[in-house]
């Protein structure tokens, strides 16, 4: 065992209960032929059980003392590579497809690194990831209850996404005042329906929830005028957060053969 001193900047949480870790690998079931990529490997909880079950494992790690440090731990096995980096800033396309994701997410950027997965969605077969419990919740929510959101749409859209398990602060040092989720995300497959424009759906989308509380037809603004809101089946005093993936789907496509861009 190491030490190293977490870092606040890096939003380093490291997990320490053996427990949650023998849970985890139970659940993420490392097949040999595996290519793993595990993000922010942190004190190698994680790491260790992986890198004795998988033939591939790159660890992507932005603190450059903990780089050094787990080069070093594993420097006996060739199956294993780090690579000093924000994540953020990482090209997932340099990547062979077929990989699967798994680390204890930054709560500091787990929003943002969820989006940007996204961007790289057919490379990967699955991800299992530890987050913030809020997060999560906002990740599985349904329309018309109060975490329903521009996350859970987008996600949703383009995954199936099943909660785990929870994480008590206990099980990483230093301890969040927060509790963790454990959640497992997978592409749904790529003749789902889905709309035909994505950037206008996005767009949509965020301008939907823009200002959550306003009714659709004031939070569409111009766009509104568009909308055939008897045939689309529509209340135009509906809020965004009670509509479905499905209706988002429906409305994009609609504006898409109006010419909306």
């Not at 099943?162 to 602060?169: H, Q, V, Y």
Request: hydrophobic content about 40%; some cysteine; overall charge positive.
């Amino acid at each position: 065992m190491f030490f190293h001193k977490a870092r606040k900047r890096f939003g380093q949480n490291f997990l320490v209960d053996d427990g949650v870790v023998h849970n985890i690998i139970s659940i993420f079931k490392p097949m040999t032929h595996d290519y793993v990529v595990e993000i922010g490997p942190g004190l190698s909880a994680i790491t260790e059980p992986l890198v004795h079950s998988v033939d591939t494992l790159l660890c992507i790690e932005i603190d450059r003392d903990l780089v050094r440090i787990l080069e070093h731990k594993f420097s006996r096995y060739n199956n294993v590579r780090f690579i000093e980096s924000d994540v953020l800033n990482f090209d997932f396309k340099t990547l062979n497809m077929g990989i699967r994701l798994i680390g204890n997410l930054p709560y500091n950027i787990s929003t943002q690194l969820l989006f940007k997965i996204m961007e790289f969605s057919d490379q990967i077969i699955d991800a299992h990831f530890m987050l913030q419990r809020e997060v999560v919740d906002r990740m599985v929510a349904q329309p018309s209850s109060s975490n329903y959101g521009r996350l859970s749409v987008m996600l949703q859209e383009r995954y199936e996404i099943e909660r785990l398990f929870d994480i008590k602060p206990d099980s990483f040092n230093p301890v969040p005042k927060v509790f963790s989720s454990f959640v497992r995300i997978k592409p749904l497959p790529f003749d789902r329906v889905k709309p035909k424009n994505y950037d206008l759906f996005k767009k949509l989308v965020t301008r939907a929830f823009s200002q959550k509380r306003k009714i659709l037809k004031n939070s569409l603004g111009e766009w509104s005028n568009y909308l055939d809101w008897e045939n689309l089946d529509l209340n135009s005093q509906i809020r965004a957060e009670n509509l479905s993936v499905n209706k988002f789907i429906m409305i994009s496509d609609f504006l898409d053969n109006k010419g909306i861009i």
